[in-house]
């Protein structure tokens, strides 16, 4: 479990303001209209501070202010053909720092500069502040690998695109995030099932080939699940106070939601009247472990703003698998393996409103991406020069190559 970090994080502000204005600059420029639903759910966290009395240590403003930057830049809230460039921009160098931090990660620990988690469990963390944040960015790198796959053109790319997935896998395993490992598999799954679905041939070869490599890099992975095996025996061993279970987190949110289930206690904030809460809190700083996004979200804003969430992110979803089922556009493949993933990884990880988490900017630079999957088919490997072809642009080359 991850305690996120505090508001006052400088690095994240600056960067947080800078892609706002990048996207209000280029919305001004090239059109910019607005997505009712995303300003529905901004404004349920408005709401629901309003309508509770939070401590001041908690900083509710501030949390938000930051935040409602980071949805301004990254959430389909303001859209337009030059705002939608930016945020695509903006999301695949998110994408790609993640799959530098994975490598690193990677090449840390054979060549010795990866550091470990000091305390019980030894955990790998690479060149992260903690084995969570590790995990989360690997699992990013780990799907966008499996779709960058099928970009490669001959048997050398084939190689390093594989290579680079294997090690993100390896690097999930020293992690010892089974979470992340889970939801990237995951992940990765779903871009290969929509890109070979239309292939029965393709299919077969795929699940055979996949099925070959498990049973012979099984006992070569083994040796990078002791710490992943060990920390499973070690969680079952432990004393199972409230201090030490993810279980009772679960449950002080179950109490907040029966307390207040309409708007929550209120956006980034907890009940600290709750017993046994100040363990998953710290009043110096206002930081709270939640344990998950979703309860978290429900026990903060309320049902009020998770069926709001639900409404905004739901149709986002959909509307991705359907061009990535039906059109079979890259676009829409990759950003739908990618979602499904961290929707998965956040029903274990609280950061959902968490401006100051990487975990938090990449889930709504994602939503932001999936949310174009109507007007763009394709995706740059590093940056847009050109205008990006359409669905239906897609569709008819595909048939015409055919």
């Known amino acids: 479990m ?90 695949m160098g998110t994408i790609w720092a993640c799959v530098v931090i994975a490598m690193l990660s990677f090449l840390g620990y054979f060549l010795g500069f990866g550091l470990y988690m000091s305390g019980f469990i030894q955990s790998y963390m690479g060149v992260t502040g903690h084995a969570n944040f590790l995990g989360f960015y690997t699992m990013v790198a780990m799907v966008w690998f499996a779709a960058l796959f099928f970009r490669g053109t001959d048997t050398k790319e084939y190689a390093m695109i594989a290579a680079g997935w294997v090690a993100c896998l390896i690097t999930l395993l020293l992690s010892a995030s089974r979470g992340a490992t889970a939801a990237g598999l995951l992940g990765s799954l779903i871009v290969i099932y929509m890109r070979l679905k239309e292939s029965a041939t393709h299919m077969m070869t795929a699940a055979v080939v996949g099925v070959g490599l498990i049973i012979f890099a099984s006992p070569y992975l083994a ?34 939601i029966e307390k207040s289930p309409w708007v929550g206690v209120g956006a980034y904030s907890c009940d600290i009247t709750l017993p046994s809460a100040d363990v998953f809190y710290d009043a110096k700083n206002g930081t709270i472990e939640l344990g998950s996004s979703y309860l978290g979200l429900m026990s903060q804003e309320g049902y ?55 975990q938090s900017v990449v889930w709504w630079f994602v939503l932001g991406a999936a949310y174009q999957c109507d007007k763009v088919a394709d995706y740059p490997v590093f940056w847009e020069n050109n205008d990006p072809i359409t669905p239906e642009q897609f569709v008819e080359w595909k048939e015409n190559k055919q």
Request: proline share 4%; with cysteine; aromatic share 12%.
């Open 304 to 358: 009020l703003g998770f069926i709001c969430f639900l409404i905004l992110a739901v149709p986002i979803t959909w509307k991705t698998y359907r061009y990535a089922s039906k059109q079979g556009t890259p676009y829409a493949q990759l950003w739908l393996g990618l979602l499904v993933a961290i929707a998965c990884h956040m029903a274990f990880e609280g950061y959902l409103l968490q401006a100051g988490a990487v």
């Open 2 to 91: 991850q305690v996120l970090y505090p508001v006052p994080v400088p690095t994240n502000q600056i960067f947080m303001v800078l892609g706002a204005m990048i996207v209000l600059m280029q919305g001004q420029k090239g059109g910019m209209s607005f997505h009712l639903l995303s300003l529905l759910f901004l404004s349920t966290l408005v709401i629901s501070i309003l309508s509770n009395n939070i401590p001041a240590f908690f900083k509710p403003w501030s949390r938000f202010m930051q935040f409602a930057f980071l949805y301004i830049a990254a959430s389909p809230m303001i859209s337009g053909e030059s705002a939608n460039r930016a945020r695509r921009q903006m999301t």
């Open 223 to 256: 040796t990078y699940m002791e710490t992943m095996t060990q920390k499973g025996i070690d969680k079952e061993n432990m004393d199972s106070s409230v201090a030490a279970t993810r279980g009772y987190i679960w449950e002080l949110r179950n109490m907040e």
